[in-house]
Every structure is written in C-alpha cells, then in structure tokens.
C-alpha cells in the first residue's frame, strides 16, 4: 500500500500466491471509489507497486526473477486506470519534487537519471546515489507532512515497556514482541500483539484520547506468526488500516 498524498489517493498491492494472481487498485480517499489497473493477470504476477505520487501509481517489471531484481517501469494514470509509459530498462529508485529517480540496473555505477513522471522521458538531470538519497529523503518529508506513520518499538526497548504498561493498566492485557505507536492532537494510536492459545499472534489496534480514555479497540488479524509493521497509518485525520489481511477500513478520527 502507498500513499499519494498530492492526490489523496492510495495505491494498493494484492497478491494471491496460490493462484499466482497480482492485482493493482486506486482508492480515492475522498470518494472512496476503488478501481482495479486492467492489467493482463499472465502479466500482473511479475510486476510489483513501486510508490504513487503526481497522481500515477508506478510498477516495477523483474530483470532477474530467481533474484528478484528490479527492471522497468510503467506508470499508470489513478483518475481513469489508462498506462501512461514504460521505460523497459531502467529501475525505480525513488520520486523527488522534479519526477521520478531512476538508475539501470545492468551498470548501477552510473548516475541517476531524473524521469519526467506524467511522460517517462529523461529530463537530462542526472545525480550520484547520495545525491539521490538526499533528494528522496527531502521529498519525503514534504509529501507526508500531513500523513503519520506509526514508530515501531520493539520487545527489549524502553518505549515498549512504557507502551506495554499503559496497555495492561487501560485494557488488562499483555502486549508482547512488539507494537507500533502513533501520538495526534487528540489521539493514541497502538497496535500490539497478545498470545492466542495456540502460540500464534493476535493483533488489535486500540485509540485512546491523550486523557487515556478508550475510544475504540478491535482486532485486526489473529493466528500470525510474528509481528509486522506499519500496520495503520493516519491521513487527514482518518485511520487507515488492512482487517484480516483483505479489507480496507478508514476510521475518522473526531478531535
């Protein structure tokens, strides 16, 4: 999943490793209409969601499969589903304010190039890679300035003990491994994992308001076998979060 901010639109990723089946979507987080990309399924499975910025949602192609290395890229236009361009030979870097960073795979000792993002021609600027972290990194806090992602803290760490000892006093339960926190305005927002009987991990993601006082709790997967990360995100205050691994839910987030 990625996030557009200029556009307020997410891009979505889903993929069925039994059936070998990839599918792309755009979901417009002020309509909430979602649209699948027409993509041939054969084609699908070995293309993979890069990022989402300028509007575009822009997919990976795979030079070597057994490796997984990146090669090509296409770009797809959100508001109608239609294929914009494809550079065969390039791989997907990153996206800075003037387009999208990209580099060839086959000699990655050459600068970078600078990529127009609505028509895939070089723009004829080029950078080193620590030119091109900088830019990327820069950008980054400038398109997600309105959009918070939780900080991971891990079992062992002192934020977690913290975490864990206001999630045993407020909701009697015993938050292990690890968890992920997100503090607003007015808000606390936890994900954390308990024990099932089984051994396996159960999921839950609670918000609170920052007098501690529970506003709502629900899980959000169970039967895991370990922990991940960023499992919720907030934009434009509403919460943003994947139920049982295969539903979008958006909660708003009152003040």
């Known amino acids: 999943m990625r996030l557009d901010s200029s556009a307020a639109r ?43 910025e300028f509007g575009n949602l822009y997919l990976h192609g795979y ?11 296409s770009a797809y236009k959100a508001a109608d589903q239609s294929k914009l361009w494809e550079v065969a030979e390039m791989a997907f870097y990153g996206t800075m304010s003037g387009g999208i960073l990209a580099y060839n795979p086959d000699r990655p000792e050459l600068p970078l190039q600078l990529i127009n993002p609505q028509t895939g021609a070089p723009t004829g600027s080029t950078c080193s890679q620590q030119e091109a972290a900088e830019a990327v990194a820069q950008y980054s806090r400038e398109r997600f300035q309105d959009c ?24 009697q339960v015993q938050a292990v491994l ?47 076998n370990g922990f991940g990360s960023d499992t919720f995100f907030i934009f434009n205050h509403k919460l943003y979060f994947i139920l049982n691994k295969d539903i979008l839910q958006v909660f708003q987030l009152l003040a």
């Not at 002192?158 to 999630?167: G, H």
């Open 148 to 171: 918070l992602y939780p900080v991971l803290y891990r079992q062992g760490e002192a934020y977690f003990a913290q975490v864990q000892a206001f999630l045993e006093e407020q909701l």
């Open 63 to 73: 030079g070597n499969r057994q490796l997984g290395q990146h090669k090509g890229i």
């Open 178 to 224: 690890a968890l992920e926190y997100a503090e607003t305005e007015a808000h606390l927002v936890i994900s954390f994992y308990t024990s099932e009987e089984s051994g396996k991990l159960k999921n839950e993601l609670a918000v609170f308001d920052l007098d501690g006082k529970l506003h709502q709790k629900m899980e959000i997967a169970s039967q895991l």
């Open 10 to 52: 997410l891009a979505l990723e889903v993929r069925d490793p039994d059936l070998l089946l990839t599918r792309f979507y755009t979901f417009n987080t002020h309509t909430h209409n979602l649209a699948q990309l027409p993509l041939p399924e054969a084609k699908a499975w070995w293309q993979g969601l890069e990022d989402a």
